[in-house]
């Protein structure tokens, strides 16, 4: 019998869906798709102005957050036709990045980060910044969306020279869809749901209220298992009470399905 055989996997993902639940369907489960991500949304004026600040300001620091942002960043540059002039003055700036997205971008131009945050969360990659004697130094600084008010914070605390850059957005994701991932999750109609996003959990979360938030986290602590693609994504659940999560050793969709098959087939023979 496969791994997944009669499971109910929900799936809070929107661009990866279909992917994981093809591989979901391939280990004998029943995938149930509720994308709460939301739609993204590039600023363009935006990211072209912060390009150009990049370009005619000095900065000591570059800081990506995203590959999202990384890419946003580089067609702004594009279409202010500066990309070269951008290239070459992220080469000669130190950088501190967090994310394999955000570091294969870099690759794709021949970038050496200074900082890399290992486990790939913001607040790791802060206190190696924070190693480095970076007091009155500019940093430009790629944010991504819903930043929490703690991290802004430390990153303040820095006591350097912070320029925001936020080229994207996302808008709210369909409330209908909210509401019908929490009803099965409170319901315990879901054997386990798949996030692959820090902002995935958060839009899960937003807005509950008090008694419909406990319920979310009874629900997780016993029958419903909490499935995470990444460090971030798994520290946005804990952040949340949210203690038995699922979180395979490599941050990959096919790894994931796997550790997910293994997890209840462990737990049926037990």
Same mark, same amino acid.
């Given at each position: 019998? =496969?791994?997944?055989?009669?499971?109910?996997?929900?799936?809070?993902?929107?661009?990866?869906?279909?992917?994981?639940?093809t591989?979901?369907? =391939?280990?004998?489960?029943?995938?149930?798709?509720?994308?709460?991500?939301?739609?993204?949304?590039?600023?363009?004026?935006?990211?072209?102005?912060?390009?150009?600040?990049?370009?005619? #300001?000095?900065?000591?620091?570059a800081?990506?957050? $995203?590959?999202?942002?990384?890419?946003?960043?580089?067609?702004?540059?594009?279409?202010?036709?500066?990309?070269?002039?951008?290239?070459?003055?992220?080469?000669?700036?130190?950088?501190?990045?967090?994310?394999?997205?955000?570091?294969?971008?870099?690759k794709?131009?021949?970038l050496?980060?200074?900082?890399?945050?290992?486990?790939? $969360?913001?607040?790791?990659?802060?206190?190696?910044?924070?190693?480095?004697?970076t007091?009155?130094q500019?940093?430009?600084?790629?944010?991504?969306?819903?930043e929490?008010?703690q991290?802004?914070?430390?990153?303040?605390?820095?006591?350097?020279?912070?320029?925001?850059?936020?080229?994207?957005?996302?808008?709210?994701?369909?409330?209908?869809?909210?509401?019908?991932?929490?009803?099965?999750?409170?319901?315990?109609?879901?054997?386990?749901?798949?996030?692959?996003?820090?902002?995935?959990?958060?839009?899960l979360?937003?807005?509950?209220?008090?008694?419909?938030?406990?319920?979310?986290?009874?629900?997780?602590?016993?029958?419903?298992?909490?499935?995470?693609?990444?460090?971030?994504?798994?520290?946005?659940?804990?952040?949340h009470?949210?203690?038995?999560?699922?979180?395979?050793?490599?941050?990959?969709?096919?790894?994931?399905?796997?550790?997910?098959?293994?997890h209840?087939?462990?737990?049926? #023979?037990?």
């Amino acid at each position: 019998m =496969k791994g997944l055989t009669g499971k109910h996997i929900g799936i809070a993902a929107d661009r990866q869906a279909e992917a994981i639940s093809t591989l979901i369907q =391939k280990q004998g489960g029943i995938a149930v798709s509720k994308p709460i991500q939301g739609e993204k949304w590039l600023d363009e004026k935006s990211a072209a102005y912060d390009v150009a600040r990049f370009l005619n #300001h000095p900065f000591d620091w570059a800081l990506f957050t $995203t590959g999202i942002g990384a890419e946003a960043l580089e067609k702004a540059a594009q279409s202010i036709h500066r990309l070269d002039d951008y290239i070459d003055k992220l080469s000669k700036t130190s950088l501190a990045i967090r994310g394999t997205k955000t570091q294969d971008w870099l690759k794709k131009w021949g970038l050496e980060p200074t900082i890399l945050s290992p486990n790939g $969360t913001m607040h790791t990659l802060i206190q190696l910044l924070d190693a480095h004697p970076t007091t009155k130094q500019a940093l430009f600084y790629q944010s991504y969306d819903q930043e929490e008010r703690q991290l802004v914070q430390a990153l303040n605390q820095l006591s350097m020279d912070v320029y925001h850059s936020e080229p994207y957005h996302y808008f709210p994701p369909d409330r209908a869809i909210v509401e019908a991932l929490r009803f099965g999750i409170t319901s315990q109609s879901l054997d386990a749901v798949v996030f692959t996003s820090k902002t995935q959990v958060e839009n899960l979360f937003r807005d509950a209220g008090a008694s419909q938030g406990k319920l979310l986290y009874q629900a997780f602590e016993t029958h419903v298992l909490a499935v995470a693609v990444g460090q971030v994504t798994a520290e946005a659940l804990h952040n949340h009470g949210i203690s038995k999560v699922l979180q395979p050793e490599r941050a990959k969709m096919g790894a994931m399905i796997i550790a997910l098959a293994q997890h209840f087939s462990n737990e049926h #023979h037990d």
